[in-house]
């Protein structure tokens, strides 16, 4: 055996998983907490998006990554007959939480989501910043079940559905 396995898209695909809901877990109880306790309540959202936007492009990449390599072993192994499956729950389950980011940083982020973000903090400064907060939880929360349900899932450890 070469050394072909090491770009298998399984590796590929966990990698990327790590990179990206890891920032998300970063973003999420790290810098979030730290711009609430650091910056002016009318300033936080605009600082926030200034320094997610580096993790941003990050995010684009890993995510595209994923999804590539997802679908690519959903085609390899023949597993498309899992979406109707009820114990490949987890399959379901990355799926959404990719399409929610992919929609996210692909299309509403650039065309309208940042304007409209800064446009609300300006009048509602505290609701927008927690708004963000609720919506970083509840997608760390999401990836993460995923990723644990898809590692049992993958070995075997399949729930009785
Ligand atoms: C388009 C989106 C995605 C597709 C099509 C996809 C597809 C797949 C497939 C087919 C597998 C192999 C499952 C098995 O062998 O039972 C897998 C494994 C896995 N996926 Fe995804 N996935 C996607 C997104 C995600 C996301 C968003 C996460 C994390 C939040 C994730 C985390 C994982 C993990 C941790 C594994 C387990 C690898 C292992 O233990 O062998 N995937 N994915």
């Keep these: 055996m070469g050394m072909a396995w090491i770009v298998g898209p399984r590796v590929v695909h966990v990698l990327a998983v790590v990179a990206w809901i890891g920032g998300v877990g970063f973003v999420t109880t790290v810098l979030l907490p730290a711009v609430r306790e650091n910056v002016p309540r009318e ?88 708004r963000i907060v609720r919506l970083h939880r509840v997608l760390f929360a999401l990836g993460m079940i995923a990723a644990g349900g898809a590692v049992a899932g993958a070995h075997g450890w399949l729930m009785p559905v």
């Design 43 to 130: 300033d936080r959202v605009a600082f926030f998006e200034r320094f997610e936007r580096r993790f941003a492009w990050q995010a684009r990449f890993t995510t595209a990554l994923a999804g590539l390599s997802g679908f690519w072993m959903v085609e390899a192994l023949g597993l498309w007959g899992w979406f109707l499956e009820p114990s490949r729950w987890y399959l379901h389950l990355m799926v959404l939480v990719w399409t929610v980011f992919t929609l996210m940083l692909f299309v509403l982020e650039p065309l309208f989501l940042h304007d409209l973000l800064l446009a609300r903090a300006r009048v509602d400064p505290d609701g927008t910043f927690e």
